[in-house]
């Protein structure tokens, strides 16, 4: 399948491109904005991230109400995913899980360019990137939402909002036919404490309350702002200097972290907190991905010894971490579905450092923090 003028148009926005080539119409400059609203950058070319639009601190714990729609490969629905299992939710919350490819989320119509997230079927045909290139399965990973909902955009619509950014994770209210939240990290704490009736390990929590000013401090401070979306404000740079700027606070960042992880396991000391979450999903999709897509290729996290072994060690000793991490769906997502960033889709062959190799940090019991 050959791409379409106007996606052309559209991935030639993306690039910049908007000098030389005006899209065909004005709905298709809309459109092509919708289609973006993930990728913003600010005037002086540094990437912007777009605040959540849909946000609660609290819920009605009902087994069965609430649904999480999550992409294996965000780093944020993986940690959504990941706090679900910890607090052994998965027969409380129901959950669907998209396919790592872009598509248009309205095929139907020619004048609608907006790609995003879909759902498809484990053994439905294959996908091709948005300008037609490759070749994704859709394998056992996936799980169709159970409304039918063809795409996340049909289910923000459901719910109301029809002009996105329609993101994961999202947590739905069955019951009530809204959106919950879809800012991830109130998703963690609901899910770490709100559900605690329904859930198989309340006893676990991972905001332990002697540490919630130093653990915030630190995620505010350094963590997010440098390493979290530090990756993002390097790869969805629009100027040399933007770029210049992300890159040198990300390698800062983790020259101080590799510090810290050489005197304590985990963050917060010798167990496993939301913030080693945080850091967990950035660091794991690292090498695969962010170091060549986003060119973060000063060095690796497997140049970094804490560093590394602290990824090691979650995915070994964190077993419901592990079983929200998917090295394929990451793979898979970045690699095909910004054309801007790669044209035809090729997915690189490596798969980032050996996670099962000896971490030497610890055993796998006593990981956790209990109420």
Known sequence: MLPTRRLLYTTLALSGGTRALKPPTTRVRTMSALATTNTVANKDGAYVRHAAKHRTDAVEAEAGRYHLHVALACPWAAGALSMLYLKGLEDAISLSVVHPTWQRTRPDDPEDQHCGWVYRAPGDAPLSNPLGHGSYDCDDALIPDPTGAASIRDVYAKAGDASGPFTTPALFDK??????????????????????????????????????????????????????????????????KAYDAAVAGLFEALEDLDKRLASQRFLGGDKFSWLDLRLYHTLVRFDPVYVVYFKTNVKRIADYPNLVNFVRDVYQSVEPVRRATNIKHIKMHYYTSHPALNTYGIIPASMGPDLEAEHGRGAADGVYFTH
């Open 175 to 240: 019951k009530t036919g809204k959106l919950v939240s879809n800012e991830s990290m109130d998703i963690l704490k609901l899910l770490n404490s709100a559900f605690d009736k329904v859930a198989k390990h309340p006893e676990r929590t991972f905001y332990p309350g002697d540490l919630a000013g130093d653990l915030q401090t630190l995620n505010d401070e350094l963590v997010y702002p440098n390493v979290n979306n530090g990756v993002y404000r390097c790869g969805f740079a629009k100027s040399q």
